[in-house]
């Protein structure tokens, strides 16, 4: 009978036990690792501003302005991102009038305010204040109220312009805040009408006209009381949203020297002093 010699013959390999340890181990090496370029971190809340979303989304051209031809008077428009602003240096620069944002939904103040407020009305400047709307917190009635009592009143003297409705894209989430077009229109007449009940003013539109496209349908209904402010980079101010025949005024670039944002009034300074005193 044939021998079976020790060693003739291999064994059966048994498995080795790869399953269990390296799969989680390489699952846990994907799920830290960076994550799509594209991925863009959610700002924080009240960190918004005027502008924010003008590059992103409409892109910018020569934004040096040279294609004005009307008389204009230059303005900047600043927030708690520029912190301390240096007031003497933009006067001495041929800035005459500058907006502050004041407050943002019903839970932000800005507190760079008084800094920014009470010194350009200290080097010479007719200011005014802006409100970033964020039209999915809390209702249009209650952010003009919160506007108000928060640094958005207006007074007549001449040196005070009307508050301003910041109304552009969310960079906090959906373009349109998650609205539709008839319910961001009505969000922003509730916005208008209370601050005019407030302060006997109507306030300021800032938009951009491809935002008030896509988000209220180039609504046509605010022209004829809402003096517009609209944002655009380059040298030309553009097609304007509809219901409004011209501009009042014309954030057109954000890279100006000493503040970024920089803007034209629509005529010489006895203009922004009519629009003071309304």
Known sequence: ???HRSGTTSPRRRPRPFAAGTLLAALTLLLTLPGPASAVAVPERGTARMGQGVIAHDGQGNDSSTGTRAVQTEGVDVSGHQGNVAWSTLWNS?????????TEGTYYKNTYFTQQYTGSYDVGMIRGTYHFATPDTTSGAAQANYFVDNGGGW??????????LDIEWNPYGAQCYGKT?????????DFVNTYKARTGRDAVIYTAT???????????????????????YNTTVGELPAGWGY???????SSGPT??????????????VALANG
Do not use: E
């Open 1 to 3: 009978m044939p021998v």
């Open 94 to 102: 041929g800035v005459k009038w500058a907006y502050v944002k004041a």
């Open 155 to 164: 007074s007549k003297d001449g040196r005070t312009l009307p508050g301003v």
């Open 181 to 189: 077009q008839a319910g961001m229109v009505a969000w922003i007449r």
């Open 210 to 232: 491809s935002w008030w496209k896509d988000c209220t349908g180039n609504n046509a209904g605010f022209g004829a009381t809402n003096p517009l402010w609209v944002a655009r």
């Open 247 to 253: 501009y009042t005024m014309w954030q057109y670039t």
């Open 259 to 272: 503040v970024g944002d920089h803007n034209h009034f629509n005529g010489a300074l006895d203009r922004v």
